[in-house]
């Protein structure tokens, strides 16, 4: 006797609410839909044209949709005697790599970004 092969046809789960997940997918629902707009048009009385009001420029990292919680992943290609000395540095403190590197970086990019501002100032 031969073996009935499986029904290869593919049915969607049914999600626990399909009218949310239909209408994130559509984009009618979009946590990042709030946006920091540096202009915004407005229309002048009596005239049909939008104009665009100045605003104070903000910076990216301000964006209300920019979370101190989310972190990001990058690669840092270290040549390999700074990767020795990073392992060294981490057998010696006990720390891990990572917060070696944090402890590193994120006051030099502070750093930076004041150098920027105050030149664009």
């Given amino acids: 006797m031969a073996k009935r092969k499986p029904s290869l046809s593919s049915s969607r789960p049914a999600l626990p609410d399909e ?9 009618e629902e979009n946590p990042h839909k709030e946006r920091v707009e540096t ?3 407005s229309v002048q009385e009596g005239s049909a044209t939008p104009r665009r009001s100045k605003k104070k420029l903000s910076y990216p990292w301000e964006a209300p949709d920019i979370l101190e919680e989310r972190k990001r992943v990058i690669n840092l ?16 403190t ?4 990572h917060q070696v590197c944090l402890d590193a970086v994120l006051p030099a990019i502070e750093a930076e970004i004041k150098k920027i501002i105050k030149e664009e100032k």
Avoid: H, N
């Avoid at 009218?19 to 984009?27: L, R």
């Avoid at 006990?94 to 790599?97: E, H, I, M, S, Y």
């Fill in 19 to 27: 009218k949310k997940a239909t209408a994130f997918i559509s984009g």
């Fill in 94 to 97: 006990g720390k891990v790599a």
């Fill in 39 to 41: 202009e915004k048009p």
């Fill in 77 to 92: 290609r270290l040549p390999e005697p700074y990767y020795v000395k990073l392992k060294y540095i981490r057998q010696k």
